[in-house]
């Protein structure tokens, strides 16, 4: 069982950037998938971005593809997601999640565990 914290989150001009960072707890943390989704005021939750357990495999919503990288690090038991060249619709709240899986998941029904989220605010 894996408990994700995110941390990162903030204010930031148009066109900036901001790391965001998913710790987790447990000590299986290399067997899990894990994904960043994110949630609009008066939106349902999107995906992301997503990592298989190894960091082998990505994949991104287009929304974001050539602008945010996701990686992970684990060794430190943790998951980063880039995000460059920000735009006002990045602004949202971001969780990150995480299941015990080889596989990389794209669905929010798919993860078991969930943060409790950062905001991400960006300014016109």
């Known amino acids: 069982q894996v408990q994700p914290v995110e941390s990162g989150g903030g204010l930031v001009q148009a066109g900036g950037s901001l790391r965001l960072s998913c710790a987790t707890s447990?000590?299986?943390?290399?067997?899990?998938?894990m994904g960043w989704f994110r949630q609009a005021p008066g939106k349902e939750r999107e995906f992301v971005a997503a990592?298989?357990?190894?960091?082998?495999?990505?994949y991104y919503a287009d929304s974001v593809k050539g602008r945010f990288t996701i990686s992970r690090d684990n060794a430190e038991k943790t998951v980063y997601l880039q995000m460059n060249s920000l735009k006002p619709e990045d602004t949202a709240v971001y969780y990150c999640?995480?299941?015990?899986?080889?596989?990389?998941?794209?669905?929010?029904?798919?993860?078991?565990?969930w943060g409790q989220g950062t905001q991400v605010t960006v300014s016109s």
């Open positions: 990592i298989s357990w190894s960091g082998g495999n990505t």
């Open positions: 447990g000590r299986t943390f290399s067997s899990y998938a």
């Open positions: 999640a995480a299941r015990r899986c080889i596989s990389v998941l794209t669905t929010a029904g798919e993860y078991d565990y």
